[in-house]
């Protein structure tokens, strides 16, 4: 019996969907957290009986044939990346992006890897370097004798020296936008790198055309909303037990036919 097999599928393609949002609600607090969504299709088809086929010498036509679907699979787990809400730290070195782009981080490979967690330190040297102490291009040093750090919505970083009136520029935090921001590939601890799909990255200065601007002293929260996550898993957990409904009510039918005198 194919419901055997399509209810599989069914259970299947719902343990995914389960699973995605088992890890939106786990990060439900992460910084800059982009929740995914589970995307699925249906599987091909079998023609019993082909529609607009001949069904008499005289040219009459099947108007419907006779389809039977083979189930559904999951196509993709897509990245939702809408902004997250802002809030307010008061952390000299935390940054929020407002609208478009990603902060740049060089792994210690030399790979360059993608970011909106703005949740900056400081390395013993003074450079700027994320939680894992990954340098944040493009690899701007604070003087160990500075007084004040302050990040403009341009993304410049101004510092205030001992008996200076004027800060000093000691550099830009440049952003990067991609074509395809959903194609990116997550590598855990808020990393992104680039791929194919997500096309090449474009570096800019924030508040350029097309680029978001910088909050200094704010991260960005995850964007997961838990009452609609909730909501979602409460609709898969039916959509698992319906299909397991399926396959009991098959194997009940097949008994029927084997148990048959």
């Known amino acids: 019996m194919r419901s055997l097999n399509i209810a599989a599928t069914g259970m299947q393609a719902q343990q995914t969907n389960v699973e995605v949002i088992s890890n939106n609600i786990a990060n ?8 995914r969504r589970t995307e699925f299709n249906d599987l091909l088809y079998q023609n019993l009986r082909r529609g607009g086929a001949a069904s008499s010498d005289a040219g009459t036509i099947v108007p419907a044939g006779v389809q039977v679907g083979l189930g559904v699979k999951t196509v993709a787990v897509y990245r939702i990346t809408e902004q997250g809400s802002l809030l307010n730290t008061d952390n000299t070195l935390d940054v929020a992006i407002q609208g478009k782009g990603y902060f740049q981080v060089q792994l210690p ?4 890897a993608y970011t909106r ?27 160990t004798n500075a007084i004040g750090v302050s990040i403009n919505n341009s993304g410049q970083v101004l510092v205030k020296l001992d008996g200076q009136v004027t800060p000093s520029s ?21 990393l992104l790198k680039e791929t194919p799909a997500s096309g090449g990255a474009v570096s800019g200065n924030p508040g350029s055309p097309g680029y978001g601007t ?15 996550e909730v909501t979602n898993l409460i609709s898969a957990q039916r959509a698992y037990e319906m299909n397991s409904k399926v396959i009991k009510a098959s194997d009940d039918m097949m008994s029927t036919v084997v148990n048959t005198k």
């Open 117 to 143: 967690d703005g949740s900056f330190q400081l390395a013993p040297d003074g450079k700027i370097v994320t939680h894992e102490g990954f340098t944040v291009l493009p690899g701007i040093t604070v003087p």
């Open 109 to 112: 490979s030399g790979e360059i």
């Open 170 to 190: 000691v550099g830009t935090i440049q952003t990067t936008v991609f074509p395809n921001e959903a194609g990116l590939e997550a590598m855990g601890g808020n």
């Open 28 to 35: 439900m607090n992460t910084t800059a957290y982009s929740r």
């Open 214 to 228: 910088i909050l200094q002293g704010f991260l960005e929260t995850s964007n997961v909303n838990v009452v609609a």
